[in-house]
């Protein structure tokens, strides 16, 4: 399926709570260079002056999170995914399971903190969730964007897994954004 179908990159990125209301105006302003960037400095390894720690996933869509999808096209659902979720679980992703292994206590509505955009015609959308410094403190392994905001509950779009790094987020210390961009169109 990675290879044809769907593909999703997924960032997770830490950084200090001061740092926060400049990243939320980013990510209101220009969402595409605050994405760039977290490719760019993921890449280069080094510069990570507004960020502490930045990791990187390739995971899946969900089956049950297309079908969803093609339900949305077809106006037989109404209800979007508009929340970003976060876990801390190094476990395996699995394409049909809708849960995240161990997910924090709540999660973050990307219509009031952080941005859902359509790129590049109909061919894939980019998620940003901000996470606010009172965040409980976690270790981020997981992530996924949802349908609801009760957690383990919904219909989840993806699941990403940060198994060559994870971030640590401290409450009240600092802050974080996980960025996902999903492309439903594969290359021959």
Known sequence: MKRFGPKDECYAVLYNAKDAPYIEKLTMKDPNYLYSTFQEKYNDHLGLSEFIAIAKADDIVTFPGLSYCMQLILGSQTVRFNFMCA??????ADPFKQTLYSEAASRINMTTSGTIARLTGPDAMQYIGNFPASFQTITV???????????????LLNRNMFSSSDI?????????????????????
């Not at 392994?141 to 609801?148: A, L, R």
């Open 168 to 188: 640590v987020h401290v409450s009240g210390g600092t802050a974080f954004t996980l960025g996902s961009r999903i492309s439903f169109v594969g290359l021959p």
């Open 87 to 92: 876990g801390s679980s190094g476990t395996i």
């Open 141 to 155: 392994k997981e992530s996924c964007i949802n349908t609801t905001s009760v957690p383990n509950t919904g219909i």
